[in-house]
């Protein structure tokens, strides 16, 4: 579930921070500012998939979608 967003005034990602649902561990992952409003704006507080990668302990979004089973 995405839950809050920041957008940095330099760099190129914003950081978006999401809560697993079975567990409530919460984690931040890198988005590219140039999409941060698609993300950010529809998927506020409703529950997501997302793909991407991890480097340097740092994880990437790649695609986010509507969770179809959400409840």
Do not use: C, H, W
Request: aromatic letters at 8%; glycine letters at 4%; charged letters at 35%.
């Amino acid at each position: 579930m995405t839950r809050s967003a920041n957008t940095p005034l330099k760099g190129k990602y914003g950081t978006v921070r999401l809560v697993e649902r079975d567990t409530n561990v919460k984690f931040d992952i890198k988005v590219p500012i140039s999409i941060m409003k698609d993300v950010v704006q529809p998927y506020y507080e409703e529950s997501v998939i997302v793909q991407g990668y991890e480097q340097d302990d740092t994880r990437y979004l790649e695609e986010i979608d509507s969770d179809s089973n959400d409840e």
